[in-house]
Each structure stands twice: as structure tokens, then as C-alpha cells.
Nanobody, 119 residues
Framework: QVQLVQSGGGLVQPGGSLRLSCKAS????????MAWARQAPGQELELVAT????????SYADSVKGRFTISRDNDKNTVYLQMNNLKPEDTAVYYC????????????WGQGTQVTVSS
């Protein structure tokens, strides 16, 4: 089992910045992927960004490219999402995801944190 504890989020004005953090603990496999996803009211869950276990491979949804940056600190078992130039359409509940790989994928989710972009 892997436990994920998220922090960060809140209310920010358009054009502002926020940083989300997610600390993992428990049975973390050497091969894993961490990610951030979000869900706006009435919308499907959207995968926002992913990062490989070594941090060398990253991917982003088109909607956040150039504005969001995913990073990780493996010494702290923590993944971050730096969100810049936030827009009202970024308003959503953001979830951290950790996926262990051992021939098959095992997925774990954080508790979610609200991000609201509004003036």
C-alpha cells in the first residue's frame, strides 16, 4: 500500500500561481510514475501531468503546457505541481496519483485539494 498526503491549493486570482505538494509513504516500488489529475464540476477526470520515477520523463495535458511544471524529490518521496498564469478554467479538485509497476500497475490516489481561480 502507498499513502499519499496532499497539501497546497486554495483561492488565487487569474494570472496568479500556486504550488501543490504530494508526499508518498509506504511500499514505493523503484519503478513508478507519479501524476496530477483534476476534476472540475460536471467534468470528467483530466490527467494534467505525469513524471517518471527518475524525473527524466514528463508529460503534460495541452491545456496546461507552458504554465504548469511537475517535479519530484525522491529523497522526500514528494511530487510537486507548480501552476503559473492560472486561469478560471483551471478551477478544479486536484488529485495526486502514484502508480507502482511490478509487471502490472498498482494505482493509489491522494485525498484531493481544491484549487479555485477567481477574481
Amino acid at each position: 500500500q502507498v499513502q499519499l498526503v496532499q497539501s497546497g491549493g486554495g483561492l488565487v486570482q487569474p494570472g496568479g500561481s500556486l504550488r501543490l505538494s504530494c508526499k508518498a509513504s509506504g511500499n514505493i516500488f523503484s519503478t513508478n510514475v507519479m501524476a496530477w489529475a483534476r476534476q472540475a464540476p460536471g467534468q470528467e477526470l483530466e490527467l494534467v501531468a505525469t513524471i517518471s520515477s527518475g524525473g527524466g520523463t514528463k508529460s503534460y495535458a495541452d491545456s496546461v503546457k507552458g504554465r504548469f511544471t511537475i517535479s519530484r524529490d525522491n529523497d522526500k518521496n514528494t511530487v510537486y505541481l507548480q501552476m503559473n498564469n492560472l486561469k478560471p478554467e483551471d478551477t478544479a479538485v486536484y488529485y495526486c496519483k502514484h502508480s507502482n509497476y511490478d509487471g502490472i500497475w498498482f494505482d493509489y490516489w491522494g485525498q484531493g485539494t481544491q484549487v479555485t481561480v477567481s477574481s
